[in-house]
């Protein structure tokens, strides 16, 4: 069966091999593959050498973003021939440390798990897959699919947790929040900032394109100006550009008692003058907490499985600007300025698939 895959770091070697039918040890599921989301990961991989293949390999197959139809799983598993469903990325360290042992595997302490499709594991990008039930994620049928979503939902879900439970520590309810970067991250947040009925503010650099309709379809206000510039004082942050510059400015934008999660990597080494001693004065005078957040655990998946089926179809589809058959998924790496998220079907009749 045919694959997507690419050496990391070497962008020239984007292409489709050719891989085994998977392994039973993989897993009790079969599953038909569907949809592959690419994202800012794919690109760091392909562009920067980020993650790697499994031991062995000298290529990588990309996918972690996954959506696929079950075609055999076992009685007693939960699932059926026909179920739609998409994977989990992370499996826990082998040796489990305390946080993987808790199926806590975002948190891990340790860092020996491994990631499809990012860190020694091929990804979901094949024409079929295994996997353990315990990392299968029901997808509504209603979904359809949307359902590739779910994976960079469930990042988005788990930060919201986070807050939410930090925020809990303070004796007002959060109202305002703030979102920075309108990316298919950015964008989720802000879904899920007004799911929770909060006034919601999404800040990006775009003014033209989908992303200023899209925030003001989901009853939010879209922002194009300087970070330090804007008319509010957020009780929830939720950045989402790691750009140094805008990290500083919402954390000093953000109300006394706020919590401000950062999602976004940062992709370069630069230094620069920051105030530092003023940040530390703003943080404690303010009662600010700040923390990074990163992957989702089990729980997180299907909270965003769940947000997905009740946000509107129709917003959601705008958020899949273009969909690539599996023969030119390297053009995925290319995301254009109008795209939000590139998707390849794995199912596309294209003459280079078998
Ligand atoms: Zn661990």
Redesign the pocket.
Known sequence: MKAIAIAPGRPETADLIELPEPPESDGTLLVQTRLIGMCGTDREIAEEGYGSPPPGADRLVLGHESLGEVIEAPEGSGFAPGDLIAGVVRR??PL??A??AADE?DM??????VELGIKDRHGYGRERFRLDPRFAVAVSPALGDLGVLVEPMSVVAKAFEHVERIAARAWFESRVALVTGAGPIGLLAALLARQRGLDTHVLDRATEGPKPRLVTDLGAEYHSIPAAELPLRPDIVIECTGVGEVVIAAVHLAAPGAVVALTGISHSQRAGEAYLDALNKDLVLGNKAVFGTVNAARRHYDQAAAALAAADPDWLTQLITRRLPAAEWPKALHKGPEDIKIVVDMAASNGSLA
Not at 108 to 113: H, K, L, P
């Open positions: 826990p360290d489990p440390c946080a993987c595997w891990c302490r340790r860092g020996d798990f």
